[in-house]
């Protein structure tokens, strides 16, 4: 009896020695430095999906403001479900009206700004990352790695720093894939060490003399915990959620479900038997959480209805099935061909090179000579199939062999790779030797050729940092960063304006402006007065978003504008205050047409910097100069200042500019005016 007591201990209480006892106090600072940016907060605008597929849809269900729900969040076609922002936004938004309700009451304060609004999805984001880190470490604890190496790697890029602060659904896509990185790699390590033992007691059983050893040997095997269906139903919800937050989550739970599914494949006490086993439990555990989530999408896009459940009125189209739409919509051109259509390889030319630098060269390198490999039938110079290597190059290449299929491509989709691609290659950068592609490493020892190098940092590790430092400062504060500023600049004039005051707002070459940041009253919603009198609130606040229209369009239009808002307000004694919002690069355009037209008169109100409209550069001067410096024999000091000159004009075009506009009263105008 002690004899199965030991070796049910054996397993039970595995844990793999922790061979590296070194502090991880750069990991600590990175992990600050994530919370601090989410604090300040970081003004740059990543994708406009960060605010309109989140706070936009969830705003109107908290507050009583107007709200412009996304195409995607349509009840007569939903592509997309509206559980998983009622989670990671409406958490936020349900506290914040609750605490602004006391210091609105006791400090004559509301929290419902810009700022607070932006914050605290954020701050609840940034928490859920740590998840992912948790999930990276564990992994390496389990297979004694180094995770120190990892972890400061991790933390330190910008993807970790930027994209899994915003609110993005890809960013809910990264923590489930860490998730099931992390139970698909714990349930093979456990497996594996029930295995052996099941193993070595079944040879044992067989080599026996006698009965009383067979009994032995075989109530030995038969104290073995089991393994098979270990952390089943953590998976199947998790992969389950993730389809329903972005059913390109196939691509990510793939590699983990399959590496899941084949543990101990080939070993005596594991056959077919087992792996279908556990195939159909996978799929009856799944069914639950995707009911619910079926249910809860149905009701809160109108579907179905309590009335309907009472009297029995429910058919197929009482419930909606998002998932399946979103496949309907993707899976047409002509519906991608709107959102923008790229070549099948720019993934791996492109995106990989732009999110990972120097280790996606590195993952799409190795990957390489594993395929050169394998058509030389070098088998034995690839990683084994149920070793974490291999499921950590499969968790890396095959989601971005698979999203390459669809011809739109943008990087944050394959953001969840980061994980895997760490976990492999981020010893690279130490210039020491990586995971081990043979055999799990389990003993103290094994890191005795894994020391960290005597210098301080490697050309790899500068060229990291270095990349990673000035991406996080882009994507982080400069990529269309004045439009943020804008908006809490706007949303302090609406608070302070007059009642009666409408203004409107033109915006060009810019990212949609998030309006339930503005917190606009609800004008769709009917009120009931004190005297049972029905009314709605007027309007007042008017945007008009001109995306990539040329700037002399753009100026007509507002002529036009301008013209109907002095016959529809100034009339009727109405202020109205017009403003056009555009980057610094357009502004000597709209100087000079200006000039030429005289349509109306213009003030600069603000400026917000720093802002980069990628589409607008102003590197065309600066390009000219240098062609025409190498068109010449000798280089003069004059030459060279004016070259200065236009770097300096340069970065001072990266701003937003508000102007204000107003209406030119013409001599015969005045006249008849007066």
């Given at each position: ?39 300040i ?5 990543v ?15 908290y ?10 969040f ?92 915003r609110?993005l ?9 860490a ?14 060490k ?47 959620i ?11 739970a ?89 070549p ?21 390198f ?13 088998w ?28 739109h ?30 055999a ?21 590790q ?25 908006t ?15 203004i409107?707002?033109?915006t ?58 002095e ?13 056009y ?34 589409e ?44 204000r ?14």
């Open positions: 009896m002690s004899s199965k007591n030991e070796y049910r201990r054996s397993i039970d209480e595995y844990k793999p020695a922790d061979p590296i006892k070194r502090k991880i106090g750069p990991y600590w600072f990175l992990a600050a430095l994530r919370i601090i940016l989410t604090l907060p970081q003004t740059g605008y994708h406009p999906d960060e605010y309109f597929q989140s706070i936009e849809v969830v705003s109107g269900d507050f009583d403001i107007d709200v412009h729900k996304p195409w995607e349509n009840s007569t076609f939903p592509i997309r479900t509206a559980l998983i922002p009622q989670i990671t936004i409406g958490i936020p938004y349900s506290i914040l009206t609750k605490v602004s309700q006391y210091t609105l009451f006791y400090f004559g304060v509301s929290l419902k700004t810009p700022y607070f609004l932006v914050l605290l999805p954020r701050l609840l984001m940034c928490g859920m990352s740590f998840v992912s880190d948790y999930c990276l470490y564990k992994i390496c604890y389990m297979y004694g790695q180094n995770y120190k190496i990892r972890l400061i790697t991790y933390a330190s890029s910008y993807i970790m720093l930027v994209y899994a602060t609110t659904s890809n960013v809910v896509e990264l923590i489930l894939t998730l099931l990185l992390y139970y698909a790699s714990y349930c093979m390590v456990y497996s594996e029930v295995v052996v033992q099941s193993d070595y007691l079944s040879d044992k059983y067989d080599k026996a003399q006698t009965g009383v050893e067979r009994v032995k040997y075989y109530k030995l095997k038969a104290s073995l915990p089991p393994h098979s269906l270990n952390h089943c139903f953590k998976i199947a919800t998790i992969t389950v993730g389809i329903f937050n972005r059913p390109t989550f196939i691509a990510f793939f590699a983990p479900i399959f590496f899941w599914l084949q543990r101990g494949l080939g070993s005596r006490s594991v056959g077919f038997v087992d792996f279908h086993t556990r195939i159909f439990t996978f799929l009856a555990c799944g069914v639950p959480v995707a009911v619910f989530f079926i249910l809860v999408d149905s009701f809160y896009f109108g579907y179905l209805t309590m009335a309907e459940i009472g009297s029995l009125d429910i058919s197929m189209n009482s419930f909606v099935v998002t998932p399946l739409n979103f496949l309907k919509y993707n899976a047409n051109n002509k519906n991608l061909r709107n959102h923008g259509l790229h099948h390889y720019v993934h791996f030319i492109v995106n990989v090179p732009l999110l990972f630098n120097v280790l996606g060269i590195i993952g799409l190795t990957f390489g000579k594993m395929l050169h490999s394998g058509l030389k039938a070098r034995l110079e690839l990683p084994r199939i149920q070793s974490v290597v291999g499921l950590m190059t499969a968790s890396f290449i095959t989601p971005i062999l698979m999203l390459s299929i669809f011809p491509q943008e990087p944050r989709f394959i953001i969840p790779t980061v994980l895997p691609l760490v976990f492999l290659y981020a010893p690279n950068l130490n210039q020491i030797s990586g995971v081990d592609t043979v799990r490493i389990v003993e103290n020892n094994a890191y005795n050729n894994s020391s960290v190098p005597k210098k301080k940092f490697t050309k790899l500068v060229f990291w940092f270095t990349c990673n430092i000035a991406l996080a400062f882009f994507y982080g504060f400069a990529h269309q960063g004045g439009v943020l500023p804008l809490s600049h706007l949303a302090t004039e609406l608070k302070a304006k007059p009642e009666l005051t409408h409107h707002l033109f060009s070459h810019t990212y949609s402006l998030p309006t339930a940041l503005l917190q606009l009253r609800n004008t769709k919603k009917t009120y009931l007065s004190s005297g049972n009198h029905k009314y709605k609130l007027v309007k007042d606040f008017h945007l008009y978003e001109q995306g990539s229209k040329s700037i002399s369009n753009v100026c007509n239009i507002i002529a036009l504008k301008l013209h109907e808002c016959q529809k307000y100034v009339i009727k004694r109405v202020p109205y205050r017009l403003y919002a555009l980057p610094a690069t357009d502004m000597e355009e709209f100087i000079s047409i200006q000039n030429n037209t005289n349509l109306f008169n213009y003030h600069i109100v603000n400026r917000f910097h720093p802002h980069v409209t990628v607008k550069l102003p590197f065309s001067s600066i390009s000219n100069d240098i062609m025409h410096l190498t068109n010449v024999n000798t280089v003069s000091v004059r030459l060279f200042i004016e070259i200065m000159d236009d770097v300096l004009n340069a970065f001072q075009q990266f701003q937003l500019f508000l102007i506009i107003e209406y030119v009263m013409h001599e015969k105008q005045k006249s008849k005016h007066f």
